[in-house]
């Protein structure tokens, strides 16, 4: 998982780095607005943690700004010195999903972020199996099968398959992939990630008449396109 961090004062973020990095996260952080709208533009973030009073846009602003231009905008938890009511509703109003009192307690941020980031996940995060159109998902032997056909996988293949097939149609840069799958954005290690996608897309023959293919971004990453009249992000469902 992937948290991005905004405050004005440094020592707010590298408090909240550290605490994302303990709970196994990697977290960038920033200490102005203008910063931080380059990198939602550049890189795919699961989580933003937004100072209210950011500097160069105010927090109502940016939670507009972010779900109005990312193509799926993640969860944003609001951190700010106010406490009262009629702050916590505008800052949820304006469309965060959490609303943080500075100061607060690490292991009360700890838990809020897990909690948002399991319930962002979706529900069926930890079936044995799940299905994505015509794709039957096994995690227990990474197999999947296609038209009754079962598709041995090797474990980061599984892993790399599911990534693209919980964010089908959004478009993934190569930094979100590689930290998300080898927990690395070693450029050396990108030639590693371009073999594993030519053979899940091989594989797992994703082609449209299938409901999927995966197709590159060109100096950015990849994007795995769903087809409406084979399957959508609304087949995926846990099987019984």
């Keep these: 998982m992937r948290i991005v961090i905004a405050d004005h004062a440094p020592d707010v973020v590298a408090h909240l780095k550290l605490i994302m990095e303990e709970l196994g996260y ?9 910063t931080l709208t380059q990198a939602l533009l550049r890189e795919t ?7 209210w009073n950011i500097r160069c846009k105010d927090g109502a602003s940016f939670l507009g700004w972010i779900q109005n231009t990312l193509p799926k905008a993640p969860p944003v938890i609001i951190m700010a010195n106010r406490s009262a009511k009629r702050d916590i509703t505008d800052a949820l109003t304006a469309g965060a999903d959490d609303y ?8 009360v941020i700890a838990a809020r972020v897990n909690a948002l980031l399991r319930g962002a ?8 199996e799940v299905t994505y159109g015509i794709y039957h998902m096994n995690r227990l032997d990474n197999s999947v099968t ?3 056909k079962n598709v041995l996988l090797t474990a980061k293949e599984f892993e790399l398959a599911e990534l693209f097939f919980k964010h089908a149609d959004r478009t993934l840069s190569r930094e979100f992939i590689m930290q ?9 290690a990108t030639r590693t990630l371009d073999m594993h996608i030519s ?10 008449e299938n409901g999927f293919r995966i197709f590159t971004v060109f100096g950015y990453g990849y994007r795995l396109e769903s087809f409406a009249r084979q399957a959508s992000l609304t087949d995926v469902k846990p099987r019984d």
Aim: hydrophobic fraction near 35%.
């Design 26 to 34: 990697s977290a960038t952080g920033y200490t102005d607005g203008e």
């Design 45 to 51: 973030f699961d989580l933003v943690i937004l100072d």
């Design 100 to 107: 943080i009192t500075k100061p607060e307690d690490r292991a």
């Design 121 to 128: 996940s979706g529900g069926g995060a930890f079936d044995t």
């Design 146 to 148: 296609v038209h009754g």
């Design 180 to 188: 998300t799958i080898w927990r690395t954005t070693a450029t050396l």
């Design 199 to 208: 053979r899940v897309r091989a594989k797992l023959e994703l082609q449209p």
